[in-house]
């Protein structure tokens, strides 16, 4: 599961990074780049400054993706927004100190950690990421809600409340709890990711 990885549409992104916007290293990489949820577990264990937010934002992003170009221009629309890379540090933090559902109440609109044009499915993303590994006891871990998820569940698939959200990670639990307790909880949401054709 933490190998699940997608090629990533470098050239899309590239076109629409904004100028004078810190620019990450993998952006001038030559390569054809796969990434995998491992990868960017790895680079979001450490994210000190606004820099290291733009770097895993692209990361995540380009792993929640692929090359589809429309998918890329919804989520490179939030760089263009005012503050973008310092709200991503304090929700980085948020999804690492945090209940999730917490953290997803901030990140929706009106909430303190709110990013235009950056709705839950991309944010649950970045909570996930963020936020999984530094995981403790007697604190629930983000997942990711996205349409595919909600349509397993059965839900629809947009407007997701936070409410929604503590109902999802309570689930998650329970299922994993019964069906393979030594598992981590994202497991959970993979099966549900790929029985919609993830």
């Avoid at 895993?56 to 005012?82: Q, V």
């Avoid at 999804?95 to 901030?106: I, L, T, V």
Wanted: aromatic share 12%.
């Amino acid at each position: 599961m933490r190998g699940q990885e997608f090629v990533w549409g470098r050239s899309q992104w590239e076109k629409r990074w904004p100028d004078g916007m810190h620019r990450p290293a993998a952006l001038d990489s030559q390569e054809a780049v796969a990434v995998s949820r491992r990868a960017v577990h790895r680079r979001a264990e450490r994210v000190d400054t606004e820099a290291d937010a733009l770097e895993l934002y692209l990361l995540m992003a380009a792993w929640g993706t692929g090359t589809k170009a429309r998918a890329i221009a919804r989520a490179a629309r939030p760089l263009r927004e005012e503050g973008f890379a310092a709200t991503l540090l304090r929700a980085h933090s948020a999804a690492r100190s945090e209940e999730p559902a917490d953290c997803y109440a901030q990140m929706l609109r009106g909430g303190s950690l709110r990013i235009k044009h950056l709705g839950p499915a991309f944010f649950t993303k970045w909570m996930y990421f963020a936020g999984f590994e530094a995981g403790s006891s007697g604190r629930s871990r983000p997942l990711i809600l996205d349409a595919r998820v909600a349509r397993t569940l059965g839900w629809a698939t947009w407007g997701w409340s936070a409410s929604s959200y503590a109902r999802y990670i309570a689930m998650s639990e329970a299922l994993r709890d019964a069906w393979c307790p030594e598992a981590p909880t994202d497991v959970i949401e993979y099966a549900l990711f790929t029985a919609n054709g993830g």
